[in-house]
């Protein structure tokens, strides 16, 4: 017997519930001539805490609402709530369903609303089977206010998947299973692989306790955010990191109104120092916004370190193979409308080198930019390397006296590409130079000291 993955909807499939654009478009649609009263502070209710007792009662009564109407009476509406809807679905989960789906294994969605207002949503999503409360008809074909099968919550719930998978031939045992609610203990409890999505708090507590991973369909798999609050463990990290922190350097950050305030987009720079981190961090405060960062795949190799960094966003490069699955991963972040940063050098260039004022790169910026359709904002990093130095261990943090000055800039997004990977990169990279002061344009014969600076000790 094969297994399935079993999908609850709102607030799993998306950030919050379907109720909203269900009821503006029977409303719009003339369906229903009023509003429920409270209706909106119930549905904010729900996107907030999600399912109470109070809502799902409201929910379990809707039946009368239909009562004595045609069984076609709300297709209309449920279509045009579908196309709505479907737009709001986390990108990311829909990559989850067409991973579920290339291992073989049938997609449901299993979720108390109504078949009838859901059946056209899952037919856009590409849904395989639908697990959902049915409202009885009469023999004239109106909706008689009674249930046809259980009411698909909780207990019963899984009673209705049980019995789907029964007709179905299929595991429980080998299948998964995604939700948001403690009102899903028992269908999560009786797969081989459950997951709390966006939990509730009882159900962040449970999985908590029992080990079940807890994810986000709102962000790139791996990413870890503040159960309860939904807070990325990288935005604290962020706060957590004022300039103040690190006394023996000062920050001169410029050009980060460059970067989109949302939507997709890769941020590209230049590598000088190991402090160019921190002064990443800097920049990416003043954007606003939270990133998925390229690094090589050793650093992620490290104990608590390699999860941290996985935590925080970070995409393992394997430098040693063609690096595809970091491409694909970054892809699917900007698709998702995420923004990617790496720096296309790979790593710092050591020795006569590092005063080398062209810079070469690799072309992932160039091939991701051509896959995606994202924008490239470049951005130039300064004075990094007087804080860490490439022949230290540690960076000087002594120099509290005299700190000096990181300076790093975000420039325009680059223009003209749409070439090869390779002609695009040198733009790219070209770009990059244009964000650093003049010096950096000057070719010129480093000192033997300053080759010793660039250099790693013991090479």
Known sequence: ?????????????????????????????????????????????????????????????????????????????????????????????????????????????????????????????????????RYALTEDGRFSGDLEGPFVWSRGKLDAVRAWAAREDIDLAE?????????????????????????????????LARGWPIVHFDVSPGVVKIPVVGVELQRLLFLASPPLLTPYARFDVAGTENVPRTGPAILVGNHRSYFDVPAMIQMMRRTGRTGRVLAKKELFDVPVVGALATALGGIAVDRGGAGQESFETAAVALEAGELVCLLPQGTIPRG?????????????????????????????????????????PAPRMLALTDPPTVRVRVGEPVEGLGGTPAADTERIMAAIVDCLPPEARERRTPTAEEVALATPRGR
Do not use: C
């Open 175 to 207: 299948s998964f299973a995604y939700s948001d609610s403690i009102y899903d203990l028992p269908l999560l409890s009786a797969v081989g692989t459950p997951a709390a999505v966006n939990p509730d708090p009882r159900l962040t507590v449970y999985a």
């Open 352 to 392: 006569e080198r590092f005063y080398d004022p062209v810079l070469k790169g690799r072309t992932g910026a160039a091939r991701l930019a051509a896959a995606t359709g994202a924008p490239v904002i470049p951005f130039g990093i300064w004075g990094s390397e007087k804080v860490w130095p490439r022949s230290s």
């Open 1 to 133: 017997m094969a297994g399935a993955a079993i999908f609850d909807l709102d607030r799993t499939l998306l950030q919050g519930g379907t109720g909203p654009l269900l009821s503006r478009a029977m409303y719009d649609l003339g369906v229903v001539t009023r509003r429920l009263p409270g209706e909106g502070l119930l549905f904010k209710a729900f996107d907030l805490i999600g399912e109470t007792l109070p809502s799902i009662a409201l929910a379990r009564q809707a039946t009368l609402v239909a009562r004595g109407r045609a069984g076609d009476a709300f297709d209309e509406a449920a279509t045009a709530a579908a196309e709505t809807i479907s737009a709001v679905v986390h990108p990311f989960a829909l990559a989850l369903i067409e991973q579920h789906r290339a291992a073989g294994r049938p997609v449901v969605l299993a979720t108390t609303t109504p078949e009838h207002l859901v059946r056209p949503l899952a037919e856009r999503l590409g849904v395989d089977h639908v697990v959902a409360t």
